[in-house]
């Protein structure tokens, strides 16, 4: 048996040992929304502007228990979905929960990333949430995923960062030395780590840490075997992050998290260091702009995690600084928002808006119909509130 194959089949016992996420099956679709597996939303906020179709594949790529499986269903009413995972055990809760919420146009397959090429065609939307860092070798992950990624497509990407999850390290090691001889037995892997939590004084940084960070999820076993007693996890920082994102061959869109990116929330006091980070951000394009996101992480070490939008070209992106193309195109609502028609309501992100009265008057004649022209005609809003309401990802256009 090869490494890769050791590690594939450690993982697989693992996850058919603790079925992961351990969310619970509801015989109704589940609340809520997450927007980045909306094809809607997810291609607004990487292109500026709503796709041209909607009768998409997507491809689930890791989909453990199926509860993003079920929420990508479920989100995108005209797509069709496939899910693949290592795990039988993982693959059978996933298939339950899919029937019994109604999540019907969905096809499961018992299936590693490195072997993907075996599905037939190719997918509008990948997502690859939590897996490609516990393969044997990311880089063959992601380039076989990229391979059945259409032109056009986007990927969606979650992966550990080494900063926020140190202690976890530290603990998964603990945890390993104690278990000896029984590594790789993962019921006797949490009673260890459970243990060393019980035993350890209050004070204890890894126990501070937890109780932080983690505590309302590792009541759960399932989730306490996945952090700590895990037979395969490699972590990145910003430098090797992009090693990986080079070496799939795709066009980096973002970070769906942009709001952690922004280097104003930690220097915003000294003007003077925001223009040293322009300058090196300009001086090295995208190398640059790579090192700026090094800063951000150095100075806030609790990023436990990357995630990201990928996008294999050509894909059209829509500023809308013309005048005349934003008021001939066609606004809708982002179908990813809680508590419309209100000024005040969550944005996509469950972060609460508060609108003008103008903005509210506007977003009200939103109809997937009439143009921004027609509307503002009507209305005290400007093409600069419209901006506004684009820039806070509010709305969806359609060129025209």
């Known amino acids: 048996m090869s490494d890769s194959q050791t590690v594939s089949a450690a993982v697989a016992k693992l996850y058919n040992t603790y079925p992961f996420p351990p969310e619970a099956l509801l015989d109704e679709p589940p609340p809520g929304y997450n927007w980045r597996w909306n094809w809607l939303a997810a291609h607004n906020f990487c292109t500026g502007q709503k796709p041209q179709k909607q009768d998409i594949r997507i491809l689930d790529a890791g989909c453990g228990t199926g509860v993003g499986t079920e929420y990508l269903v479920h989100l995108n009413p005209q797509a069709s979905v496939v899910g693949i995972d290592l795990s039988t055990?993982?693959?059978?809760?996933?298939?339950?929960?899919?029937?019994?919420?109604?999540?019907?146009?969905?096809?499961?397959?018992?299936?590693?990333?490195?072997?993907?090429?075996?599905?037939?065609?190719?997918?509008?939307?990948?997502?690859?949430?939590?897996?490609?860092?516990?393969?044997?070798?990311?880089?063959?992950?992601?380039?076989?995923?990229?391979?059945?990624?259409?032109?056009?497509?986007?990927?969606?990407?979650?992966?550990?960062?080494?900063?926020?999850?140190w202690e976890i390290q530290l603990m998964q090691k603990a945890i390993a030395l104690l278990q000896g001889d029984k590594k790789g037995d993962y019921r006797d892997g949490v009673q260890v780590g459970r243990q060393i939590f019980a035993s350890l004084p209050e004070n204890n940084r890894l126990v501070k840490y937890d109780k932080q960070r983690w505590s309302l999820e590792n009541h759960k076993d399932e989730n306490f075997a996945d952090m700590y007693v895990h037979p395969q996890e490699i972590d990145y920082n910003i430098e090797t992050l992009f090693e990986l994102i080079d070496a799939s061959g795709l066009e980096f869109i973002g970070f769906s998290n942009p709001s952690f990116w922004d280097l104003e929330r930690l220097l915003g006091k000294a003007p003077e260091l925001l223009e040293r980070a322009k300058d090196l951000s300009d001086a090295c394009g995208g190398q640059g702009q790579r090192q700026v996101y090094r800063l951000i992480e150095l100075l806030d070490p609790e990023v436990t995690h990357y995630e990201f939008f990928l996008g294999r070209p050509p894909l059209i992106k829509s500023d809308w600084s013309d005048d005349n193309a934003l008021l001939a195109a066609i606004p809708e609502l982002n179908p990813c928002i809680e508590g419309f028609p209100s000024q005040c309501f969550f944005n996509y992100d469950y972060q609460i808006v508060n609108l003008s009265v103008p903005e509210f008057e506007f977003m009200q004649k939103c109809d997937g119909n009439s143009k921004v022209a027609e509307i503002l005609a009507d209305g005290q809003l400007g093409l600069d509130g419209v901006r506004t309401l684009l820039q806070q990802q509010l709305i969806l256009l359609t060129p025209v």
Do not use: W
């Open 89 to 165: 055990g993982a693959l059978a809760v996933a298939k339950e929960r899919c029937q019994r919420s109604g999540a019907n146009r969905v096809e499961f397959h018992h299936l590693s990333l490195f072997d993907v090429e075996q599905l037939p065609g190719e997918f509008d939307l990948i997502n690859c949430v939590g897996v490609l860092h516990h393969t044997s070798d990311p880089i063959r992950g992601i380039q076989a995923l990229a391979q059945k990624l259409a032109p056009g497509g986007l990927m969606h990407i979650f992966v550990y960062g080494e900063l926020g999850r």
